[in-house]
């Protein structure tokens, strides 16, 4: 049986996750020295097994023992001292004990093993000491520690990687990001173990992006439900925002169970969520939800506390760029439509309507949720603007609440534009005026002037005209592609639509762009549409 590599993926179940070409050899190592590629691997935390179950250990280990059986512990104990064995962690490489290697060896004194054990590797890239106890691929008795990390990065250096989401070749340095993320979503979704208030055609994208190995996920249709299974197994219970009632909050309470709100993320899909377009793109908060100032949330602390190293605003230019080129909006892509002609002369302002009963409405409006009344607030503000009305998709298809009469918008509004992507819009407006709408950021990414009337996630950062009240937890001036790090990279979790792996957002907005974002219930669009157009005779 071949030996696992040093670098490999975790088990994603069903999908190709592999990150080597087999058969082949990479032509030359990595360009980094062994001193930066190690501190990389280190930051990031991956090799061998990283997704298992971390060991709960009190203090770091003086001293970490690999025997290769029960049987051999007897011998090795007695070849080490007294003092020694008394304060070993003994670690068994079976599979039914596996756990985090770096969850073992962080700050470690020292690891006894035999050099097939790749643990000896990982030792040497996390600068722990060694002792190697028999001859194998990874070191032998008497080699010195120099000696045992040019075995480990020969090691690392020698397979050929892959990108996982393209199956051509890329990079060690590429592979360790790649991983990096899996790993950062993997122990972000550690004790979620029940979920609630997930619909059915969007269960099983929700399974990918809380799935943990070792660690089933029960979807549950009754809060009380999950809050049960939570308490049992000492865990959290993941739960859409819209199923979180005062009456839930005690009760979790009561319980001693955390709640992870699960929302939609800001590049969601091509196609609306009111149609069953299941989402590639979520948003997991431990603290409270983005869209809601009444409390902090997590996006907020990462707004409000990151220090944004350049190499991740560079990214987030690069993104932010792709996504306007590409005219990617939450629900499309729309570069190819056109914009209505404007007026000459005229200043340009959009008007978004939202759902009227939506959450983001209800928690960041403050007060205000009527669309009517938000055009006329705008039109006193813009009295000689030229101003374009744009319904909600949502409930123009008949599906949510907020419909305005036509008559009513013309006479505050001089156009009501219901064709086309969002994105031509903004790429040919002055400004927008929104409440909590998410076109605003989309609107500030293509550098537009926006006013909010509202408190959303992106209102109070400098970078807005803000009506509504703002929480003293912000306050902090960010540069534009500083919120955009945080809003589109930091915060949300991606899945790839072509793979199904987690993944940056680069590949989603690569998918999307190059329309290559299936929707697995595509035959639910037409009746969905259908579905709308009843309701809204009905109405």
Known sequence: MTSPLLLRAPPFPGLDAEITIVGAASESPEDDDRA????????????????????????????????????????????????????????????????????????????????????????????????????????????????????????????????????????????????????????????????????????????????????????????????????????????????????????????????????????????????????????????????????????ETILATTRFAPELIERARGLRETIVAAGISKYSTGAASSAPPRQPGRRLVLVPAQVEDDMSVLAGGGGLHSNLELLRRARALEPDAEIWFRPHPDVDAGHRKGAVPDGAVLQLADRIVREGGMAPLLDVVDAVHVLTSLTGFEALMRGRAVTCHGTPFYAGWGLTRDLGAIPDRRGRALTLDELVAGVLILYPRYLDPVTGLPCPPEVLVRRMAANRAPNRLGWVAPLRRWQGRFMAMWR
């Open 36 to 299: 930066t590629l190690f501190a990389r691997i280190r930051a990031a935390r991956v090799g061998g097994a990283f997704w298992e179950r971390p060991a709960a250990l009190s203090r770091p280990a003086s001293i970490v023992l690999r025997p290769r059986s029960a049987d051999e512990a007897p011998a090795l104990a007695s070849g080490i001292g007294q003092q020694e064995a008394a304060e070993a962690l003994w670690v068994a490489p079976s599979r039914a004990d596996a756990v985090d290697p770096w969850s073992v060896l962080d700050e470690a004194g020292l690891l006894v093993a035999h050099g097939d054990d790749e643990w000896v590797a990982l030792a040497c890239i996390a600068g722990v000491p060694v002792r190697v106890l028999s001859s194998g691929r990874f070191g032998a008795p008497g080699d010195g520690q120099a000696e045992l990390e040019a075995t480990a990065l020969r090691a690392l250096a020698t397979p050929c990687y892959r990108d996982p989401f393209t199956g051509g070749a890329t990079t060690l340095s590429a592979t360790i990001t790649t991983l990096a993320e899996w790993r950062r979503i993997i122990d972000g979704n550690r004790g979620i173990v029940a979920a609630c208030g997930m619909a059915w055609w969007k269960r099983e994208e929700i399974r990918r992006f809380l799935w943990c190995p070792g660690q089933p996920l029960r979807i549950v249709s009754r809060p009380a439900r999950a809050l049960d299974l939570a308490a049992r197994h000492d865990g959290q219970v993941a739960i859409w925002p819209s199923r979180v009632s005062p009456a839930l909050l005690t009760a979790a309470e009561g319980k001693g169970v955390p709640l992870v709100r699960v929302e939609d993320g800001f590049v969601r899909s091509v196609g609306l969520g009111s149609n069953l377009v299941p989402p590639s793109s979520i948003v997991v908060d431990r603290q409270g939800i983005h869209f809601d100032p009444s409390g902090p949330s997590d996006l």
